[in-house]
């Protein structure tokens, strides 16, 4: 099976998936897509038929071209079940679901590029009320989850545990989209200490967005 | 084991969870928690001690309490098979999910009233303006959806195949939403057509917000 993904460097969700391709030992090509070149490349008719939405990152599989980050990386997990990134029981799989998704759906959808410009260009909010607005998602969003993962027992080196999973795929690009934005990370410790032992891996430290053959 | 439903009538993703355990006929008792009145009871310390995130649904286990929708409906999914809302083998459901995160991640977080609140309030948008915001992401979101489906060879009766899936659980309480915003849904001759079929069944029926024991 030749895999091959279409990513952004600075794209957190695509940083999202190449942590999974590398924890997994996952060989796989990287096609870049430039999202502010050429007034985004996501939006040219190429990459369209590839993806509708227009939204990196893609992962062609040989047979199909799969979307969407997390739907991505279940993917992996069946054709690939060890390491495992969502282990446990049915229980504690739906909390490191929910972790994941706390960050997917309540944080980035929010801070990515598409709706900055949104606020910029048709809502033409000052510089300010953007940078406002940014850290107010992130902080409403991982104050929660400092809360829940510094009371949770599950809680270790890791998100869920003493091994990385879906949720810690998650995280660590979250935390380097937040510091890009001048966000206070230390405002979390418990998510800086699981980040400083995910940098620990090559599987992350690989996955990097300085890490890529796209890197400016 | 009992189930017990934190819900609110109007949000969408409660309604996509109350659809799931009503396609796998699990009892559950709901406990409505209402977004808006009191200053918006999901900030209370009561419910922030349940959901540090604020937000609706959460599902109590018996032994634990689950949070976001989606990986509730994979807990439910894996606590009982049948019907399965997510058929097929690891492509296929990668697909599934990734319909059900095109909406769940692309569309929903963006239309979500937090956001209205803050477009409103912070950043004193004005109502048209408002509008507009919503049905831009809308727009973007299901035009891309509707390209998709209306290109798959997967697509039948729901999203995917001819019975509901995950997808179907969030398209369904989507479209509601943008009805309710005064969308055109004649522009997703696709989605509505889905949508006219799920709406046969008595599980989305009983799951519809007029349906709520909190409906106003």
New interface residues.
Partial sequence: MSLTLYSYFRSSAAYRVRIALNLKGLPYEVIPVHLVKDGGQQHQAAFQAIN????VPALG?G??V???S???I??LE??QPTPALLPGN??E???I??L???I???I???NNLR?LQ?LSG??Q?SDD?KA??YH?WIRQ?FD??E??LSQSPSCGQFCFGDTPTLADCCLVPQLTNARRFNGEVSRWPTLTRIEANAMQLSAFQQAAPEQQIDAE
Avoid: K, M
């Fill in positions: 509708p939405a227009e939204l599989t047979q199909q799969l979307n969407q997390l739907a991505i279940e993917y069946e054709l049915a229980l799989r739906a909390q679901r929910a994941a998704l706390d997917a759906c309540d980035h959808p929010l709706v949104y048709t809502l909010v009320a406002t607005w107010h969003g929660a989850l809360q829940r």
